[in-house]
């Protein structure tokens, strides 16, 4: 009956820490998924207002850039990626000064770099357009032109926006994110509609208008900076160049995929061009829309990125473990009912995208089809480049986009095209997106050079990874009852590592008292939370105690430096924490608070 009872305990506990996870996993990815959008969102509206407003040329010509967002996207994608990487290692070892650091540094940096590459376009834009496969002079060439010029205006923004949006996560302000990505399509809309239908204007407008709506969605994102609490702060200190050196190459996969991508589709687009206008313009509707469907893919992979790092850090190989099959589970019904509604609703997009362009509307159709039914391959291609870079794997994380975007595709779009012309052309990307899907498992395999056994196989864990399971106990609880019982398993934990009682005891009430405190003053409303209390013995003289939960931000570092009474029962958990350790160190990120004791 006591193993049934405990067991049953264990399954109970288990789920608690599974349900945080998961919602933890949601909330990040539903903030990823916006942050994606805010980099392509001004070319998603731009492409819906040119198909439906402007002639086959006019939407030719905005294909023609479209490429170009991916590239305009790379500092931001390099160093946001990095930062967010190298800020939740420097949180995930209470380090917030560094972090504050790291993120002044990327930010600077970034917009910096971005006004020299808006130049850059200014003075090289004719010869670029004409490696795009835009004939110098042509109809096609000017308005590419046009709308080339006015958007790259907006470049300084687009990388600042992307750049606080990676953060703002981190920092417990999920919401201005959201809201900054409101206000970007309320203006980049309002803007493009006046530009239409009031002052009858051209590409070069409804691009500027998209410059200015980045400018609206960074300033939302700058008020953050105002909030007495926030933790991130732009700071100006002496540039570290090895750490930016770091960053960027921990970001460099993510930089990888926006030079690939637009590879991908400068060669889709040459080749297309050699067929037809229509072609392209077909072709124009289903990379408009990859830039919506990417936000959705690129969000739950980098929710499952960060989110793992913290597990990984800690070496908590069953935490991962949930976290992945949580994500294979949401990437199956997020890119499964993407798929089906792209291809079910393939004519009602095609009518929605081109407008009164029926001359491509069959052309449309069959891009969307096929982008469709590669799909949930890229998704699980996404994530599994992700967690290779998450894992430090970067040349391998590199080597996925280059398959993938640049060989498979251009192999097979060559061969495909000249087969069977514009549909085998759209079919060559779904099968490159097959064809790295196919490459996963051996890669795994070369890896850990053996069969893969075992679904745990994929994530590549080394043979030291994981602390001992005889080396630490985790509760996770949710009210008094639950806390008591939860220490004094701890309790006996401890003696059966050989901690003598007297050091026991005091582990024991300083996890009892900072759990009251929380309960008592961190659960408001009588709100949902949860307290995971996890306890690290290696040796007698290496003793770990972690303390998570999720409600709202509290430092007992901050709290004990301004304990005025004289009073030793009050504040006593803080007091008694504070009294056995050798180093205490506080982190607030992704809406969780995190203490770690070291004994």
């Known amino acids: 009956m006591m193993i049934r009872g405990y067991d049953l305990m264990s399954s109970r506990r288990k789920q608690k820490e599974d349900k945080l996870i998961r919602r933890l996993f949601l909330s990040s990815l539903f903030v990823f998924f916006f942050s994606n959008l805010t980099s392509s969102l001004g070319s998603i509206v731009d492409g819906l207002v040119i198909g439906n407003n402007m002639n086959t040329d006019s939407l030719a010509a905005f294909s023609i850039i479209s490429p170009l967002g991916y590239v305009f996207a790379i500092i931001g994608s390099i160093l946001g990626s990095g930062v967010t990487a190298a800020c939740t290692i420097a949180l995930g070892k209470n380090e917030v000064d560094r972090a504050k650091s790291l993120f002044s540094l990327a930010f600077f940096t970034g917009v910096g770099l971005s006004v020299l590459v808006a130049i850059f376009f200014f003075l090289f834009a004719d010869p670029i357009l004409v490696q795009l496969g835009a004939e110098r002079g042509s109809a096609l060439f000017l308005s590419a032109k046009e709308y080339l010029i006015g958007y790259v205006i907006g470049l300084p923004a687009l990388t600042a926006t992307k750049l606080l949006s990676s953060i703002m996560p981190l920092d417990g302000d999920r919401r201005r994110t959201f809201i900054s990505t409101v206000t ?19 590409l070069a407008e409804i691009a500027l208008v998209t410059s200015i709506s980045y400018y609206a969605a960074f300033l939302i994102l700058m008020l953050h900076f105002r909030k007495k609490d926030a933790m991130f702060h732009l700071v100006f200190r002496r540039p570290d160049w090895k750490a930016l050196g770091r960053m960027s190459y921990k970001g460099l996969p993510m930089g990888v995929s926006r030079v690939t991508s637009s590879i991908n589709g400068i060669v889709v687009n040459k080749v297309l061009v050699g067929i037809s206008a229509v072609a392209v313009a077909g ?5 408009n829309l990859s830039f919506l469907v990417r936000a959705v893919i690129l969000g739950s992979a980098q929710a499952f990125m960060v989110l793992c790092a913290v597990y990984r850090a800690e070496k908590n190989k069953r935490s991962m473990m949930k976290l992945t099959k949580i994500t294979v589970i949401v990437e199956l019904v997020l890119a499964g009912s993407v798929a089906l509604l792209m291809f079910a609703g393939a004519p009602l997009i095609a009518r929605i995208y081109l407008g009164k362009n029926s001359d491509a509307y069959a052309a449309g159709i069959s891009a969307i089809k096929w982008t469709a039914a590669g799909l949930l391959f890229y998704g699980f291609n996404i994530l599994f480049a992700d967690y290779l870079q998450l894992s430090g794997r970067i040349l391998a994380a590199n080597l996925v986009y280059v398959l993938e975007d640049v060989l498979f595709t251009t192999v097979l779009i060559l061969t495909l095209s000249g087969a069977f012309g514009t549909g085998g052309a759209y079919a060559a990307i779904a099968a490159a997106n097959l064809a790295m899907f196919i490459c996963i498992p051996l890669f795994v395999m070369i890896v850990n050079r053996r069969p893969i056994r075992k679904a745990e196989d994929f994530l590549m864990f080394g043979d030291d990874f994981n602390i001992r399971a005889a080396d630490e106990i985790t509760r996770s609880i949710a009210n008094r009852n639950a806390l008591i019982k939860a220490t004094a398993e701890i309790l006996e934990f401890c003696r059966r590592k050989g901690i003598d009682e007297w ?5 024991c009430l300083a996890m009892e008292e900072l759990g009251c405190n929380i309960i008592e003053y961190g659960f408001p409303y009588g709100r949902n939370h949860s307290i995971e209390l996890r306890l690290i013995i290696k040796a007698p003289d290496d003793i770990t105690m972690l303390v998570r939960d999720d409600c709202r931000p509290f430092n007992p570092k901050e709290r004990y430096k301004f304990l005025t009474t004289d009073d030793p029962t009050a ?12 180093d205490v160190e506080y982190s607030s990120t992704l809406g969780l608070n995190n203490l770690t004791v070291k004994l």
């Open 184 to 202: 970007m399509t309320l203006v980049n809309i309002t803007g493009d509609f006046l530009c239409i239908y009031l002052f009858h204007a051209g």
């Open 503 to 507: 050091t026991a005891t005091k582990v």
């Open 283 to 287: 072709y124009a509707v289903t990379s």
């Open 571 to 582: 504040n006593i958990g803080i007091r008694l924490v504070m009294a056995i350790a050798k």
